[in-house]
């Protein structure tokens, strides 16, 4: 076979064994060694194999992944999800629908420190859907914020999603995590807008709680300070060059632990589970970048990538409608696959032709974890819906994907705006490095 036939059969096997619930780590590393060998012979293939998990794991920047990881599983073994969430509900939960903004406001600030998709969706789907229930929200409603607020884990900052991005295509980290900030706050405000629209549609469907007196609200802002503490220390200090994107992750893992410690709410065994936690997941993290390494060498030998390119150019179309088709494809990707699958399946494919085309890589890689953030809600995959569905045994799977669809459309939206207004996006990375116009 050629090397462009192999390196198709060799894409087309990865896919196979993602369906087939092979782990991606093993699923990429198989692939990749067996294409490589295949290419160029075997005993260079075990070379590779046995030098690439170390100079890939040893790899400074990404030390920044265990780091983020470890403070958000501080502050969720804590308790602190809870907690932030009857703060918020005192100041906006006697509105008609305010628990249900109380929802997206608490999923936004925990996943700004958890940084996971799943982490928030579950810990949300724990603290919020039997709050809701008692005060008589609509099943639908209730469980549509709890999927939509689980999103903004990967769009808001630290963003392990991106993180991974920085690290497969080498865009600056920094950069990346800020550049999730405003595409965050607008789905926010959008969500926002959706149940306003909804419960002035359907009154009863999310009916007002008790109102808090004034004592009540500002003494619950003593829950809310230590994520705000965080989130401008970590944050903040990236955007303002203070801290690299490593450190922060250090002050803020550090800040999350010391916090949880002193006021009590970390005991041996919350800490050693956020310890394992943490552990794990970044083992898995780094076992994919292994294995996104070795698959990527393949596919640079295959001369796919550049097959590709030439392809797409000979086509004729606008740089704007192959960026389209290109979303369009993540979007049916991420709606059978992980995010993390998806970057490291496409990626080695897709960004050396965004490149080519003169779209800026921080832009391409916000939209694109906007668009695979779409797939995490949508049929037949929605992973956000199937951990719903897993947390709340009595609401059916068809009832969730219902009444998502109205925060589908703001995501949709969310997309095709930032996708025609590329500058909301990088103006922030623009203005950390100085380059912004006076």
């Known amino acids: 076979m050629s090397p462009e036939v192999t390196g198709v059969v060799g894409v087309i096997a990865l896919l196979v064994l993602f369906l087939f619930k092979v782990p991606v780590s093993i699923s990429l590393i198989i692939v990749g060694t067996v294409g490589f060998g295949t ?29 983020f990881i470890l403070m958000g599983m501080f502050l969720s073994y804590s308790g602190f999800g809870r907690d932030l969430f009857r703060s918020i509900d005192k100041w906006i939960g006697h509105i008609r629908g305010g628990m249900a903004i109380t929802t997206i406001g608490t999923s936004a600030i925990f996943s700004s420190i958890s ?55 080498m865009e600056p980290i920094g950069e990346l995590l800020i550049a ?58 990236i955007y303002l060059g203070i801290f690299t994107p490593t450190e922060a992750g250090a002050i803020g893992a ?80 991420g709606l059978f696959l992980e995010g993390i699958a998806v970057l490291v399946l496409t990626l080695p494919v897709v960004y050396p032709l965004v490149e080519q085309l003169g779209f800026d890589g921080i832009w391409f890689g916000v939209i694109m974890v906007m668009v695979m953030n779409i797939g995490l809600i949508t049929p037949p995959l929605g992973i956000s819906v199937y951990i719903i569905s897993g947390v709340t045994k009595e609401i059916s799977i068809e009832k969730i994907f219902k009444g998502v669809v109205p925060m589908l459309a703001a995501m949709i939206f969310s997309v095709i705006f930032f996708t025609f207004f590329p500058d909301l996006i990088t103006f922030l990375p623009e203005m950390m490095n100085g380059q912004s116009e006076p």
């Open 39 to 67: 290419i160029r012979g075997f005993d260079t293939a075990f070379v590779q194999l046995g030098s690439i998990p170390f100079s890939t794991a040893s790899s400074y920047s990404l030390s920044v992944i265990p780091l």
């Open 115 to 169: 940084g996971s998709v799943n982490a928030t969706t579950a810990t949300m789907a724990k603290i919020t859907l039997p709050e809701m229930r008692h005060y008589n929200y609509s099943p639908m409603l209730s469980t549509a914020c709890v999927a939509a607020g689980g999103t903004l884990g990967i769009l808001i900052p630290p963003s392990v999603i991106l993180i991974l991005y920085g690290v497969l295509t």
């Open 254 to 333: 550090f800040g999350s632990f010391l916090f949880a410690v002193l006021t009590r709410r970390l005991g041996w065994k919350e800490c050693m589970n956020a310890l394992s936690d943490s552990v794990r997941l970044s083992a898995m993290i780094f076992f994919i970048l292994i294995g996104a390494e070795l698959f990527s060498q393949f596919l640079s030998l295959s001369r796919l990538p550049q097959e590709i390119t030439l392809f797409v150019e000979g086509l004729n179309w606008s740089p704007l409608m192959i960026m389209l088709a290109i979303l369009l494809v993540y979007f049916i990707l």
């Open 180 to 237: 999730g900030l405003v595409p965050g706050l607008l789905q926010i405000v959008l969500f926002i807008v959706v149940i306003w629209l909804w419960v002035r549609k359907f009154p009863a469907d999310g009916p007002p709680s008790e109102k808090s007196h004034w004592g009540e609200r500002i003494s619950s802002l003593k829950n809310v300070w230590p994520f705000v503490l965080l989130f401008i220390l970590s944050v903040g200090g």
